[in-house]
């Protein structure tokens, strides 16, 4: 009798180890597949955030080439009116763009949404340290430099600063066509020396500035490849 009881426990044991292991299995895997889920799920997210950070980054590159553009060309407005003042010879024919590029601003263009869309749904998307460090580094402290640079940093405001005084020392010597448009300047500027210094030293200003917002530009153009490039490696490993 107790030998059947005993058999018939071993029996109630076995089932129970049974459905407790398959119990067990079942969530295991259950955990293992909701895992998996996640796993696709994060790997899809961060393959669509870093595809549009990427197309920003190029986009960007665009926009950082069109102001090198413009602060090479008010160099070169600086070097004319530089010559114009010390009454060396020029060709009047770029007049007009050299009078508008001296002082001309610019400003600081950045598509941020894709990374905006990264801190939404968490840096940690990116595993990759290197390249999640790059990207924080990038938007968080590179453009924000740039844009104080470009915008609020005041030796970089040259229309505020020097327009006014430059304008009412040369405009004096400018003759205009019927529609109204500047069509020459009378040659040789009779500045006293003092009014020239001071025109020559805000041109001096003006060169030094935009040299230095280019080598900006040019440490920002480095940093912007380097990060597409890692980028581009991290989607083929995705991939």
Same mark, same amino acid.
């Given at each position: 009798m107790k030998e059947k009881k005993s058999k018939s426990k071993k029996r109630k044991w076995r089932k129970y180890a049974f459905e407790f292991l398959s119990i067990f299995i079942a969530v295991l895997s259950a955990f293992a597949l909701n895992n998996w889920n996640d796993k696709i799920r994060d790997t899809r997210t961060s393959t &669509?955030? $870093?595809?549009?950070?990427?197309? /920003?980054? &190029?986009?960007?590159?665009?926009?950082? !080439?069109? !102001?090198?553009? /413009?602060?090479?060309? /008010?160099? %070169?407005?600086?070097?004319?009116?530089?010559?114009? $003042?010390?009454?060396?010879? @020029?060709?009047?024919? #770029? $007049?007009? %763009?050299?009078?508008?590029?001296l002082t001309r601003d610019?400003?600081?263009? %950045?598509? @941020?949404?894709?990374?905006?869309?990264? &801190? #939404?749904? /968490?840096l940690e998307l990116i595993n990759n340290d290197s390249l999640r460090f790059g990207i924080i580094s990038l938007y968080e402290y590179d453009y924000r430099n740039l844009k104080t640079l470009e915008e609020n940093y005041y030796e970089m405001q040259f229309q505020e600063n020097y327009y006014k005084e430059f304008n009412a020392a040369i405009s004096p010597y400018f003759e205009f066509d019927s529609r109204g448009d500047i069509s020459k300047i009378n040659t040789p500027l009779t500045l006293s020396s003092s009014e020239k210094n001071k025109i020559l030293s805000y041109l001096w200003k003006i060169r030094v500035n935009r040299k230095f917002i $280019?080598?900006?530009?040019?440490?920002?153009? #480095? &940093?912007?490849?380097?990060? !597409?490039n890692q980028i581009e490696i991290e989607l083929k490993e995705i991939e």
């Open positions: &669509k955030i $870093l595809t549009e950070i990427s197309n /920003g980054l &190029k986009k960007d590159i665009e926009d950082i !080439n069109i !102001n090198i553009g /413009g602060h090479k060309d /008010g160099i %070169q407005a600086c070097e004319f009116w530089t010559k114009i $003042l010390l009454n060396e010879e @020029v060709k009047l024919d #770029s $007049l007009r %763009q050299y009078y508008f590029r610019f400003f600081s263009a %950045q598509n @941020v949404s894709g990374y905006e869309t990264l &801190k #939404s749904k /968490g $280019l080598d900006y530009y040019a440490d920002m153009e #480095s &940093k912007i490849n380097k990060i !597409n």
